[in-house]
T-cell receptor
């Protein structure tokens, strides 16, 4: 079975500061890993994903994440926060052999202070 | 955006009444999923489908049933709604060859 833990249900950052959202996963097989963003009253939008190959993955809106197998982590970062980054972020793991089902973490809500 | 619609988008109902939510796709994807979103829990899988008339239970299936009689439609039914089923429900689609799911806009359900 797979599981995902996101450390911190709420994160507050100042505009221009580093955004760091932590995600640790558990999977019995090599995982595919995802970060989704949800803006208020909207659906989920894919930020980035890791499947195979390069472990540093770049996504939309200046976000990137690094897959670290030894640490079972897939932390999300952005060098400089913008007010528009205020949203909820979800980390998820997929096992291809299980019908592409996703297991999500509990989510981290980001507040950006001016 | 992937061609996924959910209906209704908002619904308020009373405890004990049956409710059916519809997910419709125009992408001809084989896999379809129903999730519920609750604070602190992220999204949790309710039921999923690998094809027409091929469905299975997810993590939180108690109190829910599904049907898929056509590729494009995946119905989620609450036979007798309870207040604990107040949530936002998302439908998603995928294909075996793909490495991601595509999500619908969600349905906000309130059970009074």
């Amino acid at each position: 079975a797979q599981s995902v833990t996101q450390l911190g249900s709420h994160v507050s950052v100042s505009e221009g500061a580093l955004v760091l959202l932590r995600c640790n996963y558990s999977s019995s097989v090599p995982p595919y890993l995802f970060w989704y963003v949800q803006y208020p009253n909207q659906g989920l939008q894919l930020l980035l994903k890791y499947t195979t190959g390069a472990t540093l993955v770049k996504g939309i809106n200046g976000f990137e994440a690094e897959f670290k197998k030894s640490e079972t982590s897939f932390h999300l970062t952005k060098p400089s926060a913008h007010m528009s980054d205020a949203a909820e972020y979800f980390c998820a793991v997929m096992v291809k052999a299980a019908g592409n089902k996703l297991t999500f973490g509990g989510g981290t809500r980001v507040l950006v202070k001016p | 955006d992937a061609g996924i619609t959910q209906s209704p988008r908002h619904k308020v109902t009373e405890t004990g009444t049956p409710v059916t939510l519809r997910c419709h796709q125009t992408e001809n994807h084989r896999y379809m999923y129903w999730y519920r979103q609750d604070p602190g829990h992220g999204l949790r899988l309710i039921h999923y489908s690998y094809g027409v008339k091929d469905t299975d239970k997810g993590e939180v299936s108690d109190g829910y049933s599904v049907s898929r009689s056509k590729t494009e439609d995946f119905l989620l039914t609450l036979e007798s709604a309870t207040s604990s089923q107040t949530s936002v429900y998302f439908c998603a689609i995928s294909e075996p060859a793909y490495n991601e799911q595509f999500f619908g806009p969600g349905t906000r359900l309130t059970v009074l």
